[in-house]
């Protein structure tokens, strides 16, 4: 089985090039079934190979299969590839299966849209993409799934690019990801040109025996891929305008599986990174201050689905805390975990979307506890386990990271339980307003004053109708998913010892086990108030609301402005220089010149060409003449 | 008695002399390609007096490429001169000046 490893990301590969060549002809939903069997077929192989990797014992857990040569320039020999080690197998796992239910709702959610089979060929080529990015064996196969998941997000974000707004924040997404790219390209021609090689497997072997500061040059550069990719500050603005794709690529890409691809690279880079412990520093500060940041934004947010994605910021902030703090297992477990409930969530939000009527804002909604029963349910189970509330998947993985945090630094720790404290809020906040209350999208004078809201979309809900459930293959996924956040925490000790080998430095928790309890109810005492915090304000009515939702959150702290004027600004100075004057002026004015030049001299000479045999003869005659002239005069 | 070597380069350079000049004063095509043969043998004439006064068989070797030309260049002269002529029968070089700037 070990040997099918290939078919893992070449199934979703054939999807995609069945789906090109034939998908408009097998139109809806036949398209997204085959989609979803292929991503179906995909999680069992990779089932199977996770069954034979566990058949090994401990260091032996590790297989790499040369398919063919790739790219062989001088001492560049580059193979297609992949290595099978237990946490390229991890995340195999969770991509094809979250990967398989979202393909799954993706089929009815998607259902009766124009292009929908377009949607499918999309979706699959990201999970091509996604798998070679996890599974490859050389740091350039990485990055080419790396190109080729920014390069789906790009069109899904987009997929609906009638809307300006979806064009934009597609093309915001890719230029912002490029920038973090950048730092990843530059850190591969560094460990090129230390180690003579791309593959992991002698990169990572002799990263003992680097220096301080390459490792530190490797890590930072790295790092600002990671970055880019999983939306940290201060590149985190493109993945809020994210949310303009159809719900499930937000599921899919913008919260399980891409964006999380920066913390995959940095566990598998972390014997690197242990040499480096500026760099883990950095990175841990980094993280915690996403995570903040990022949750005080999402308690001012209205529209159900922004709140999703920065909160999805900010738990990629924990990962990336945990990633600093060299507890690599919990960055894992909390991307495995947070895939789960995120995942959840923002299916649920697609959900509430879909019976809402393409209603987003969480103002107008309300009781819908009544209306969708098994949203409602599956959404509450995925608030739960993101709030940290024991014994939900959210609390084990968030308590590993905050312990992490704790013993790596108290400040980032005291952030790490502020961010905690918050999360429960905000989500709190979320789900108070939509699933309880009153129902506000009947009300007339609700609907008037939506109507006068000129920021939101026209086409809400207003007045009556009644909000649906949606149909069975929307509503599966929700369940076993739920069903996953609810006991996702189980996972944490077998992960643990199954992610040991890839691990140069098993991280330890050395503080007493009287300190781990003590933390553990500081941190459940801090998600719980923040519960309670939402449910006195938002639906015992205690404080009004503008005053939790002061204006310079609900613009997220104006980054987008200020980003505009100290990037977008000059930019747009220097395109407009380079327009109209060095374009218009300098280069067509060289070219211009030189055509005007010529046109003048042969408008003078045509004169010359009179047409007259005797005067080209006497032409001739003169110029002998002179010549003869010439010659005598030198001889003389 | 021979004739001194000057006396045929001053007969060339007069006969060179007159074909330069009919070609640059006359107007009809036909005189113009007769002053131009004129020309060429009037340097054929110089060649070989060269050859003759330096002893040097390369003079006359030149005059045959000379002769080879000329006769080349007379094929295609008359043959645009006939169709000149065919289109219009009184045409002078003066009224064909088709390639006028």
Request: glycine fraction near 10%; charged fraction near 15%.
């Given at each position: 089985?070990?040997?099918?490893?290939?078919?893992?990301?070449?199934?979703p590969?054939?999807g995609?090039?069945?789906?090109?060549?034939?998908?408009?002809?097998?139109?809806?939903?036949?398209a997204?079934y085959v989609?979803?069997?292929m991503?179906?077929?995909?999680f069992?192989?990779?089932?199977g190979v996770?069954?034979?990797l566990m058949?090994l014992?401990?260091e032996?857990?590790?297989?790499q299969?040369?398919?063919f040569s790739?790219i062989?320039v001088?001492?560049?020999?580059?193979?297609?590839?992949?290595?099978?080690?237990?946490?390229?197998?991890?995340?195999?796992l969770?991509?094809?299966?979250?990967g398989?239910?979202?393909h799954?709702?993706?089929?009815g959610?998607?259902?009766?849209?124009e292009?929908?089979?377009?949607?499918?060929?999309?979706?699959?080529?990201?999970?091509?993409?996604?798998l070679?990015?996890v599974?490859?064996?050389?740091?350039l196969?990485?990055?080419?799934?790396?190109?080729?998941v920014?390069?789906c997000?790009?069109?899904l974000?987009s997929?609906?690019?009638?809307?300006?707004?979806?064009?934009?924040?597609?093309?915001k997404?890719f230029?912002?990801?490029?920038?973090?790219?950048?730092?990843?390209?530059?850190?591969?021609?560094?460990?090129?040109?230390?180690f003579?090689?791309?593959n992991?497997?002698p990169?990572?072997?002799g990263?003992?025996?680097?220096?301080?500061?390459?490792?530190t040059?490797?890590?930072?550069?790295l790092?600002?891929?990671?970055?880019?990719?999983?939306?940290?500050?201060?590149?985190?603005?493109?993945l809020?305008?994210?949310m303009?794709?159809?719900?499930?690529?937000s599921?899919?890409?913008h919260?399980?599986?891409?964006v999380?691809?920066?913390?995959?690279?940095?566990?598998?880079?972390n014997?690197?990174?242990?040499?480096?412990?500026g760099?883990?520093?950095l990175?841990?500060t980094i993280?915690?201050?996403t995570?903040?940041?990022?949750?005080?934004?999402?308690?001012?947010q209205?529209?159900?689905?922004?709140?999703?994605?920065?909160s999805?910021?900010?738990?990629?902030?924990?990962?990336?805390?945990?990633?600093?703090?060299?507890a690599?297992?919990?960055?894992?477990?909390?991307?495995v975990?947070h895939?789960f409930?995120?995942?959840?969530?923002f299916?649920?939000a697609?959900?509430?979307?879909?019976?809402?009527?393409?209603?987003?804002?969480?103002k107008?909604?309300?009781?819908?506890?009544k209306?969708?029963?098994?949203t409602?349910?599956?959404?509450?189970?995925?608030?739960?386990?993101?709030?940290?509330v024991?014994?939900?998947?959210?609390f084990?993985?968030?308590?590993?990271?905050?312990?992490?945090?704790?013993?790596?630094?108290k400040?980032?720790?005291?952030i790490g339980l502020?961010?905690a404290l918050?999360?429960?809020?905000?989500?709190?906040?979320?789900v108070?307003?939509?699933?309880?209350?009153?129902?506000?999208?009947?009300?007339?004078?609700?609907?008037?004053?939506?109507g006068e809201?000129?920021?939101?979309?026209?086409?809400?809900?207003?007045?009556d109708f009644?909000?649906h459930?949606?149909?069975?293959?929307?509503?599966f996924?929700?369940?076993?998913?739920?069903?996953?956040?609810?006991?996702?925490?189980i996972l944490k000790?077998?992960?643990?010892?199954?992610?040991?080998?890839?691990?140069a430095?098993?991280?330890?928790?050395a503080?007493?086990?009287?300190?781990?309890?003590?933390?553990?109810?500081?941190?459940?005492?801090?998600?719980?108030?923040?519960i309670?915090?939402a449910?006195?304000i938002?639906?015992?009515n205690?404080?009004?609301?503008?005053t939790?939702e002061?204006?310079?959150?609900?613009?997220?702290w104006?980054?987008?402005?200020?980003y505009?004027?100290?990037?977008?600004?000059?930019?747009?100075?220097l395109?407009?220089?380079?327009?109209?004057?060095?374009?218009?002026?300098?280069?067509?004015?060289?070219?211009?010149?030189?055509?005007?030049?010529?046109?003048a001299?042969?408008?003078?000479?045509?004169?010359v060409?009179?047409?007259?045999?005797?005067?080209?003869?006497?032409?001739?005659?003169?110029?002998?003449?002179?010549?003869?002239?010439?010659?005598?005069?030198?001889?003389? | 008695?021979?004739v001194?070597?000057?006396?045929?380069?001053?007969?060339a350079?007069?006969?060179f002399g007159?074909g330069?000049?009919?070609l640059?004063?006359?107007?009809?095509?036909?005189i113009m390609?007769?002053?131009?043969?004129?020309m060429?043998?009037?340097?054929n004439?110089?060649?070989?007096?060269?050859?003759?006064?330096?002893?040097?068989?390369?003079?006359q070797?030149?005059?045959?490429?000379?002769?080879?030309?000329?006769?080349?260049?007379v094929v295609?002269?008359?043959?645009?001169i006939?169709?000149?002529?065919?289109r219009?029968?009184?045409?002078?070089?003066?009224?064909?000046?088709l390639?006028?700037?």
């Amino acid at each position: 089985m070990m040997h099918a490893v290939w078919l893992i990301p070449a199934l979703p590969l054939t999807g995609f090039l069945i789906l090109l060549a034939t998908g408009r002809r097998m139109g809806d939903p036949k398209a997204g079934y085959v989609a979803t069997a292929m991503m179906v077929g995909a999680f069992v192989v990779a089932v199977g190979v996770f069954f034979d990797l566990m058949g090994l014992h401990g260091e032996e857990r590790r297989f790499q299969q040369d398919l063919f040569s790739w790219i062989s320039v001088g001492g560049l020999d580059v193979h297609v590839g992949f290595l099978v080690d237990p946490l390229s197998v991890t995340m195999a796992l969770f991509v094809t299966g979250v990967g398989a239910l979202i393909h799954l709702y993706s089929v009815g959610y998607m259902h009766g849209d124009e292009r929908y089979p377009t949607f499918f060929v999309y979706l699959n080529l990201f999970a091509f993409s996604m798998l070679m990015l996890v599974l490859s064996d050389s740091f350039l196969l990485t990055f080419l799934g790396w190109e080729g998941v920014g390069a789906c997000s790009y069109f899904l974000i987009s997929f609906w690019f009638e809307r300006p707004s979806a064009a934009t924040a597609g093309k915001k997404a890719f230029v912002t990801n490029r920038v973090g790219d950048f730092g990843f390209m530059l850190a591969m021609f560094l460990i090129f040109a230390t180690f003579g090689s791309l593959n992991y497997v002698p990169v990572l072997e002799g990263a003992h025996e680097l220096t301080h500061v390459t490792a530190t040059a490797i890590a930072l550069l790295l790092f600002v891929g990671a970055v880019g990719k999983s939306a940290q500050l201060p590149l985190y603005v493109w993945l809020p305008d994210a949310m303009e794709g159809p719900t499930p690529v937000s599921a899919l890409i913008h919260a399980a599986t891409m964006v999380t691809a920066g913390v995959f690279l940095m566990v598998r880079v972390n014997p690197i990174l242990n040499l480096a412990p500026g760099a883990l520093t950095l990175i841990a500060t980094i993280g915690a201050l996403t995570a903040f940041f990022a949750a005080t934004i999402a308690c001012a947010q209205n529209d159900i689905k922004k709140v999703l994605a920065y909160s999805t910021v900010s738990q990629l902030g924990y990962m990336f805390l945990a990633v600093g703090s060299g507890a690599y297992v919990a960055a894992i477990f909390h991307m495995v975990t947070h895939a789960f409930f995120k995942a959840l969530l923002f299916l649920g939000a697609g959900s509430v979307i879909h019976g809402m009527h393409d209603e987003q804002d969480m103002k107008y909604m309300g009781a819908l506890r009544k209306w969708m029963p098994i949203t409602s349910g599956t959404f509450i189970v995925g608030w739960l386990a993101i709030a940290g509330v024991p014994p939900f998947s959210g609390f084990w993985s968030k308590d590993d990271i905050l312990l992490a945090a704790f013993e790596k630094n108290k400040a980032l720790w005291f952030i790490g339980l502020l961010t905690a404290l918050m999360t429960a809020y905000y989500m709190s906040r979320q789900v108070f307003l939509v699933f309880y209350g009153g129902e506000r999208w009947k009300k007339p004078e609700a609907a008037e004053a939506h109507g006068e809201d000129v920021a939101h979309d026209a086409h809400g809900a207003h007045g009556d109708f009644k909000p649906h459930e949606s149909p069975p293959t929307m509503a599966f996924p929700l369940v076993v998913l739920a069903g996953l956040a609810a006991v996702g925490g189980i996972l944490k000790s077998p992960l643990e010892r199954w992610l040991e080998p890839v691990l140069a430095h098993p991280h330890e928790f050395a503080s007493s086990s009287s300190t781990k309890l003590g933390l553990i109810v500081v941190t459940t005492v801090g998600a719980l108030s923040g519960i309670g915090l939402a449910y006195s304000i938002w639906l015992r009515n205690r404080v009004r609301a503008e005053t939790v939702e002061p204006e310079v959150l609900r613009h997220a702290w104006y980054v987008d402005a200020l980003y505009q004027k100290i990037v977008e600004a000059p930019g747009r100075a220097l395109a407009n220089f380079s327009a109209f004057v060095v374009d218009a002026k300098v280069i067509d004015g060289t070219v211009n010149g030189v055509g005007a030049l010529v046109r003048a001299g042969g408008t003078r000479l045509r004169t010359v060409q009179s047409g007259f045999v005797r005067n080209y003869a006497l032409a001739v005659a003169v110029g002998a003449v002179a010549i003869l002239a010439y010659a005598v005069a030198r001889s003389a | 008695m021979s004739v001194p070597g000057a006396w045929y380069l001053g007969l060339a350079a007069m006969l060179f002399g007159i074909g330069a000049i009919g070609l640059l004063i006359r107007r009809n095509v036909l005189i113009m390609f007769m002053c131009v043969e004129l020309m060429l043998n009037a340097v054929n004439l110089t060649f070989v007096t060269f050859a003759r006064m330096l002893n040097d068989i390369g003079g006359q070797v030149v005059v045959f490429f000379v002769l080879v030309v000329a006769a080349a260049e007379v094929v295609v002269g008359l043959a645009i001169i006939v169709s000149i002529f065919r289109r219009r029968a009184d045409a002078t070089a003066d009224d064909i000046s088709l390639l006028k700037g």
